[in-house]
Structures are given as C-alpha cells and as structure tokens.
C-alpha cells in the first residue's frame, strides 16, 4: 500500500492557507501522521490505513480505515510504491472474492522476469514487496490477472 508521510508544515499550510475542509485518500492508500504532526480538516477519509502518532485537530467527522471497509468491492491494482524504485517497491492490489492470483513482472520487451504470486487467495486486501536487485534499471510490467480481471501497470527501476 502507499504510504503518504504528511509533514507538518505542509498540513498547517493546507489548512491555514486554503481553508481544507475534506481529505479523502483513495482505497489503496496507507496515511501515516508522524509524531507531532496534526492533520487538520472537517472531514477526513482515509479509505486505506491510518498509522502514526500524529493526531487529528479539530475533531474530525469521518476516519473511515481498510477495517471499516471489510472486503474489497471491486478488483483494484495500485500504482507500486515507490516509483521510480531503487532496489524493492510495493505493488498492492484488492480483490473482492477468493480468486487464482497470478502477479507477475515483465520486461519493457514482454519477457517474464519475475513471478511474485501464483496461487489462491481470499478476498482482501493485498501488499507484495518487489526486489529487483538483480534486474538492470529500465522500464517493467506487471500485470495483476484474478478471475476474469486482468490488469498491468509501468514501474521504473532507477539504480
């Protein structure tokens, strides 16, 4: 999952400056408010997890988290984090039913270079950690194939 580190400054500025009255991160999100650092808004929605010893001011509203979602409702495959990478990056995806999982990397030419899953998995929520170590730096694949759901992304390994 992606994790968004939040800095204080930027959130007193958010919220200072513009008046931010709604934060809504998507499904497929970690936030992680580090120790000291408030986050300010009316409204927040973090449709992923929430971690870190920041705390909220002003009384939020709404703090949905990934266990409030219960199962995914749709199939979904993140953006990997972080991109470029150098050397591992995480690759998160959901699935809403226990499906055959397949995740698998290629290269910018089509050639399969690694296999990071292949297997039966429940419905959930998943993170698989890619080290790509031993590859050379260049454009990849990957591709998320579950049920009839088929989807790729572009990641950059930059060494």
């Given at each position: ?9 930027i959130i007193l ?23 000291g650092a408030d ?47 150098n050397p591992s ?71």
């Amino acid at each position: 999952m992606k994790t968004i580190i939040i800095l204080l400054s930027i959130i007193l500025t958010v919220s200072v400056l513009y008046g931010q009255s709604s934060i809504v991160y998507g499904s497929s999100t970690s936030l992680y408010v580090g120790t000291g650092a408030d986050l300010c808004a009316a409204t927040i929605t973090v449709n992923g997890t929430f971690t870190g010893g920041g705390t909220f001011c002003n009384q939020p509203v709404d703090v949905e988290t990934e266990k409030d979602l219960g199962t995914p409702k749709e199939f979904s495959l993140a953006q990997n984090y972080p991109n470029p990478f150098n050397p591992s990056t995480i690759i998160s995806f959901a699935i809403p039913s226990q499906e055959f999982v397949t995740l698998k990397v290629f290269d910018i030419l089509g050639r399969q270079v690694e296999v990071l899953m292949n297997e039966v998995k429940a419905a959930g929520y998943y993170e698989v950690n890619f080290d790509a170590r031993t590859l050379p730096s260049g454009t990849y694949i990957y591709e998320l194939r579950a049920g009839n759901f088929i989807n790729t992304k572009k990641m950059i390994l930059l060494k």
